[in-house]
């Protein structure tokens, strides 16, 4: 039966689960369950339950027997490779030990206690600790201004633009197209740009990222213009939370997108990981004692003993 989690709780308190149960979710509908607790930090994983995106993405969760535990995984590889965790820190390194996923991968979402989870299986670098921010129809205050609807013909325009810090542009013209980017035009120069990572009207939920400006048009209003225009057309379209992440030392950027009517919400990691099993041989043979145990349990269940999580960092 599928389960409501908290985004990095611990289920279990300070008590040990026994063996952590661990199977694939198919159905939209059992993801959803998983991830309803807080909808803004689990955006990116509820955006791949629209769309063609399903196809490319695979849930697994764990569940602590006789402790109220929980945790849920995703890989995903269609807007390149991607990993969201969400729930019991255990959980996840139970997850992770047996479905690792591919041999690098980018951690989009994360509470702050899953790092720790993680570095038994990968090495874990370029960790962002940001903050989640939301907004719905009835809270959003868009602001006015010129702003030009960019299309895929604009492709190099705006990678030039996110290149100008040492960024590197590397966005196709049929991934412009088929999100949605606004940007603000000076003497037919790019100087400020919003898009999307994420588009999925049926969940309800879209992502706001990539947001921009030149540092010489910097403190223009221009990043709010073009975050409204961007927003706005999200709602137009059916969404009905739109969601973005910030550092929250970025002061004025956080200002900007309070009056725009979002609000602040759970802190997410980002992370870079690499699998230390670079071959996945350990993960298989780990895969293949669980597949055995779980069979007395249950068909699709593979059974992983409860380990602690110890904190540790890469070297």
């Given at each position: 039966m599928a389960q409501?989690?908290?985004?990095?709780?611990?289920?279990?308190?300070?008590?040990?689960?026994?063996?952590?149960?661990?199977?694939?979710?198919?159905q939209r509908r059992d993801v959803r369950a998983w991830l309803a607790?807080?909808?803004?930090?689990?955006?990116?994983?509820?955006?791949?339950?629209?769309?063609?995106?399903?196809?490319y993405a695979r849930f697994w969760v764990a569940e602590g027997r006789g402790s109220g535990a929980g945790g849920l995984v995703m890989h995903a590889s269609a807007l390149?490779?991607?990993?969201?965790?969400?729930?019991?820190?255990?959980?996840?390194?139970?997850?992770?030990?047996?479905?690792?996923?591919?041999?690098?991968?980018?951690?989009?979402?994360?509470?702050?206690?899953?790092?720790?989870?993680?570095?038994?299986?990968?090495?874990?670098?370029?960790?962002?600790?940001?903050?989640?921010?939301?907004?719905?129809?009835?809270?959003?205050?868009?602001?006015?201004?010129?702003?030009?609807?960019?299309?895929?013909?604009?492709?190099?325009?705006?990678?030039?633009?996110?290149?100008?810090?040492g960024g590197r542009g590397r966005y196709y013209p049929n991934a412009i197209e088929q999100a949605i980017y606004y940007g603000v035009v000076e003497c037919d120069l790019l100087v400020a740009v919003a898009g999307t990572h994420i588009v999925a009207p049926n969940e309800g939920v879209a992502v706001v990222g990539n947001v921009f400006t030149h540092p010489e048009y910097r403190g223009r209003g221009y990043a709010e213009r073009v975050t409204s225009a961007v927003t706005a057309e999200l709602f137009e379209r059916g969404c009905s939370e739109v969601v973005l992440t910030v550092d929250p030392q970025n002061t004025p950027a956080v200002a900007a997108y309070t009056r725009l009517g979002f609000r602040p919400g759970s802190e997410v990691v980002e992370a870079r990981l690499r699998r230390r099993d670079a071959f996945g041989i350990t993960a298989w043979w780990r895969r293949a004692r669980a597949v055995r145990r779980g069979r007395t349990v249950g068909i699709g269940i593979e059974l992983v003993d409860a380990r602690p999580v110890l904190a540790r960092e890469d070297r």
């Open positions: 409501t989690i908290e985004r990095g709780a611990a289920g279990g308190g300070s008590l040990r689960p026994g063996p952590w149960e661990v199977r694939e979710l198919r607790v807080d909808r803004p930090f689990s955006a990116y994983a509820l955006g791949h339950l629209d769309g063609g995106l399903l196809e390149g490779q991607s990993m969201v965790t969400v729930g019991d820190p255990g959980a996840i390194a139970a997850i992770v030990s047996i479905h690792p996923g591919p041999r690098a991968t980018y951690l989009t979402t994360a509470a702050r206690e899953h790092t720790d989870a993680l570095r038994d299986a990968y090495l874990v670098g370029n960790v962002l600790t940001m903050r989640r921010m939301a907004v719905t129809r009835s809270e959003f205050a868009p602001v006015g201004g010129l702003t030009r609807r960019l299309r895929g013909r604009d492709a190099g325009r705006i990678n030039w633009l996110y290149s100008i810090e």
